[in-house]
């Protein structure tokens, strides 16, 4: 099910710069939505809140109307699935064994292994999965990323410049599969982006400036768009 996420009055601030401003801003339940803005709008640092990856100085976030638990913090982000820029994968492991890594420590209610082919099909990886991360193209890389981070089912996609390190095709590309994924398996997502035509795949486009939110639009995607979705779901 997709979580609902609400900013209240949030600030942080790091020494004399504060990254988030008194902000406060609602996530509707299986919405797509962007943050824009230059380097040091605060976009990362919204992201990182609400993934539980830091704390507000002040004012509340809120997933599904429960403020974040600041003692539990892990059983938060292990409802939430993360995807960055860099892969972050485990060289020396598999492409398989990278998407299990996540769910290796905790007691599951599913087949790991079963899921774990399940996405990496639905990424386009199908019969990839004793591959090594080297012998992989960048944008399959990111695909192994997008399988791990959805390895737990998240309610919740947080994904910060997903397409900064590829070609504008294989960006393209990400993005239609994000959107195909987030509609199949039911997530709320929220992307850090610098790239407008990333924004313009999402639900609504929310733009930050020196730590504050400056404009929030809605965001029609193109009939292209929709129709290089379709074909992936």
Request: glycine share 10%; charged share 25%; proline share 5%.
């Amino acid at each position: 099910m997709e979580a609902g996420v609400a900013l209240r009055g949030v600030s942080r601030i790091y020494g004399s710069a504060r990254a988030l401003d008194d902000v406060s801003v609602e996530f509707e339940p299986g919405s797509a939505v962007a943050l824009m803005g230059q380097s040091g709008a605060g976009k990362s640092t919204l992201l990182h809140l609400v993934g539980g990856m830091d704390l507000p100085d002040a004012g509340e976030v809120t997933v599904d109307d429960r403020p974040l638990p600041r003692r539990r913090l892990d059983t938060h982000r292990r409802r939430v699935g993360f995807v960055f820029q860099r892969f972050h994968l485990l060289s020396a492991f598999s492409v398989l064994d990278n998407v299990l890594a996540p769910v290796l420590p905790y007691r599951v209610d599913f087949d790991r292994k079963a899921r774990a082919r399940e996405l990496l099909e639905a990424a386009g990886l199908e019969g990839r999965e004793r591959a090594l991360p080297g012998e992989l193209s960048g944008g399959e890389q990111q695909r192994v990323a997008i399988a791990r981070a959805l390895i737990g089912h998240p309610p919740l996609l947080l994904a910060d410049e997903p397409t900064g390190n590829l070609d504008s095709t294989t960006g393209e590309e990400i993005m239609d599969l994000l959107a195909a994924l987030r509609r199949r398996y039911g997530m709320t997502m929220i992307i850090a982006t610098h790239n407008p035509e990333v924004a313009a795949s999402c639900d609504r486009l929310i733009r930050l400036q020196d730590g504050r939110i400056v404009s929030d639009e809605r965001v029609a995607p193109s009939d292209d768009v929709l129709d290089r979705i379709g074909r992936l779901g």
